[in-house]
């Protein structure tokens, strides 16, 4: 596989030389300064493109080109938004950067509730605590019946967490879970805006009469759209499972597990309509069996994430180390099933000061660092079994 590597652009903390003194070959980046709906002109591609060669690396994936919320739930603007995509997209294909990950989650990009979460060894990782998030679904955004959608040991939980509940950490769990993990990703809510809550609730509306197959549809709508261009210029597109793969706050969730992935696969048949293989978001539901999966759909993968969770008996679920077993067996999968495909390291811990410079949620220096170290072992230990 390809190691690459996500960075955020010329203003991120971890420059481009660091990443190719470290073993980087590829870059993962998209051009974050453009207005989500707005066209990537050629000139803006071609001016991240020949920075990033300028160091020695290639643009190896966009992540990503987003999917606006109006093509998602099938607004008035859809049409037009569709046409910039496509003007964007063969943008980039005229440049050569060829493969484009994407997702179709409504409103929240990815949800955690805890950024911080202490491990024993004295590093930190992302936690998603069902009880916490449960609080924030029914006690902060109030979301009419909410309550229906957890069980009676979640709400429990729930219950206690209010008792002991203060503003401050309110704040912080409303930051956590729609705020700090979705801005830097060009996403619906950033760090500016002053009432996070309430325009949560307003793009919650957007999807009042959207349920799961209505969202398939526009998903098959909109990716029917593309093929052509996408076969123009050779682009393959690859769907982010969903973060975390249920269905939460009452949107509908349709990149969760196996009969999903089949369904948008033989929706659209085209070899550029795949997957990004996330094993962490895949993994995050404890009913997916991720290294099987991987098996069934390398084929048809497009970009990896490489990176693995725990899900508790509970519900809830953390990152898990690099090294763990089915991240082997995903990887080994993929070295032998589809060795030039990219790959990324994701959601490493905060380590060795990572915590003091201001990195997003989930994108540390040293923790990122580590796994790469971690992933390119196993690499090399498969390449040798092999020969």
């Known amino acids: ?100 990950c994407y997702n179709f989650m409504p409103v929240l990009d ?80 950033t760090e500016n805006d002053a009432a996070p809550v309430e325009k949560f609730r307003s793009l919650l509306k957007l999807y009042e009469g959207v349920d799961r197959d209505t969202l398939r549809g526009n998903m098959k709508y ?30 509908p969730r349709i990149v969760t597990c196996d009969e999903d992935i089949r369904w948008f696969l033989d929706a659209v048949p085209d070899p550029h309509n795949g997957l990004t293989f996330c094993a962490g978001s895949l993994s995050g539901g404890a009913h997916n069996d991720v290294p099987a999966l991987a098996r069934k759909y390398a084929s048809r993968t497009h970009f990896v994430h490489a990176r693995i969770c725990n899900v508790m008996p509970n519900g809830d679920f953390k990152e898990s180390s690099h090294l763990d077993p089915r991240l082997i067996d995903v990887i080994r999968t993929f070295e032998r099933e589809n060795p030039g495909v990219p790959m990324r ?9 990572d915590e003091k410079m201001g990195y997003n949620a989930g994108y540390s220096f040293h923790g990122r660092m580590l796994a790469l170290g971690m992933v390119s072992g196993i690499m090399a230990a498969v390449n040798t079994d092999n020969n």
């Open 1 to 100: 596989m390809e190691k690459t590597w996500r960075w955020f652009g010329p203003d991120d903390k971890i420059t481009l030389d660091m990443l190719r003194q470290i073993g980087v070959e590829g870059i993962v980046t998209a051009l974050h300064h453009i207005p989500n709906g707005e066209i990537w002109t050629y000139d803006e591609v071609m001016k991240m493109k020949n920075f990033i060669e300028s160091h020695g690396l290639r643009w190896s994936v966009v992540e990503s080109l987003p999917v606006s919320e109006s093509i998602k739930y099938a607004g008035p603007d859809r049409d037009e938004l569709i046409g910039k995509y496509i003007e964007s997209l063969a943008n980039l294909g005229k440049a050569g950067v060829r493969t484009v």
């Open 110 to 189: 990815w949800a955690r509730t805890d950024l911080d979460y202490p491990n024993p060894d004295g590093t930190t990782n992302l936690y998603f605590n069902r009880g916490e998030f449960a609080y924030f679904d029914c006690c902060i955004l109030k979301r009419p019946g909410a309550s229906a959608d957890y069980d009676e040991s979640t709400l429990s939980r729930m219950e206690e967490i209010k008792s002991r509940m203060t503003p401050e950490q309110e704040h912080r769990l409303v930051e956590n879970i729609i705020v700090k993990t979705q801005g830097f990703v060009n996403g619906n809510i």
């Open 222 to 251: 909109f990716l029917e759209a593309i093929m052509p261009v996408c076969n123009e210029y050779d682009i393959n597109m690859c769907v982010h499972p969903d973060d975390p793969p249920l269905q939460i706050l009452g949107l």
């Open 345 to 353: 390291v994701d959601h490493a811990p905060l380590m060795l000061g």
